[in-house]
């Protein structure tokens, strides 16, 4: 936990300029101004005894570091000072400019793109449904039925309203079963268990945000998920793939070498979603 906090959460959360300069200042005022130093370290180190042994690894829980470290950036961008004053001009000015655009580039992706683009793939997917209904003379005019993880994560997800409007779709959520810890059962009952739900609900689409996928990339405590994921992945649940529609930052892939899950901010809206379509439906979107 505690190198987690170091090299990935506290990076994710300041930037990586500002973290290095955090600590170039932290060395400075080691050796130029102890009493400082010693105040910065009397409001940081208790928290970071306890948040670095948590075994929740959330970045928006590392805030409280970030008004210290940028103290100690200062004094880091003023210890380049002593070396040469242009120096330290242009250091600043680096972290300022990065800093700036990394900030505009999250802040551009607030704007919820890939919930609308999903929004708009499953609007195709439902009409396409129910042509093929009435081509076939159904009675009833049949809605899409969409496959979503669970309760839970739909209460933070902003794509909700897209899931479910009444009239021409519904959700249903990832089999029971799949949320139950402990070991993995036998891949072929699994695949069997999973074909199963699929045909009982009649699940047309599935719909992966990424907080849900990460969580199967990070090797969660839940295997029963991988191994659905595996199968929904590997297309041998009847499903492929047609969209991932998701937003990007400034130098992402810095941040999220050591965590997938860096790409998401589930608080704030920001998500990707990844499509899985049956195969009769798959015209309706170009396939």
């Given at each position: 936990p505690y190198l987690y906090l170091l090299f990935v959460g506290?990076?994710?959360?300041?930037?990586?300029?500002?973290?290095?300069a955090g600590l170039l200042g932290i060395a400075v005022l080691a050796a130029r101004d102890r009493p400082t130093l010693t105040l910065i370290a009397a409001a940081i180190l208790p928290f970071f005894l306890l948040q670095g042994a948590a075994e929740t690894a959330t970045p928006r829980y590392y805030l409280p570091?970030?008004?210290?470290l940028a103290i100690a950036a200062g004094a880091g961008v003023g210890g380049a000072r002593l070396l040469s004053p242009r120096l330290a001009v242009a250091f600043g000015a680096a972290i300022l400019c990065y800093t700036t655009a990394l900030t505009v580039s999250q802040v551009q992706r607030i704007g919820g793109a890939p919930q609308t683009a999903v929004g708009e793939t499953l609007a195709n997917l439902s009409h396409a449904k129910q042509h093929l209904g009435i081509s076939l003379r159904s009675r009833k005019q049949p809605k899409l039925v969409i496959g979503y993880p669970n309760w839970a994560y739909l209460q933070y997800d902003s794509i909700r309203p897209y899931l479910r409007n009444g009239r021409d779709r519904e959700h249903?959520?990832?089999?029971r079963q799949l949320r139950n810890p402990g070991e993995?059962?036998?891949?072929r009952e699994a695949l069997r268990e999973d074909r199963a739900w699929v045909r009982a609900n009649g699940i047309d689409v599935v719909v992966v945000p990424s907080r849900w996928e990460n969580l199967q990339l990070r090797h969660s405590f839940m295997p029963r998920e991988e191994q659905f994921f595996d199968a929904l992945v590997g297309?041998?649940?009847g499903f492929r793939q047609v969209t991932h529609d998701e937003t990007t930052y400034f130098t992402q892939s810095w941040y999220e070498w050591a965590d997938p899950a860096l790409d998401t901010i589930w608080t704030a809206g920001i998500s990707g979603y990844k499509l899985f379509v049956r195969d009769d439906l798959l015209p309706a979107v170009g396939r």
């Open positions: 506290l990076p994710f959360v300041l930037g990586w300029p500002v973290y290095l570091f970030a008004p210290y249903r959520f990832f089999p993995a059962i036998n891949p297309e041998r649940l």
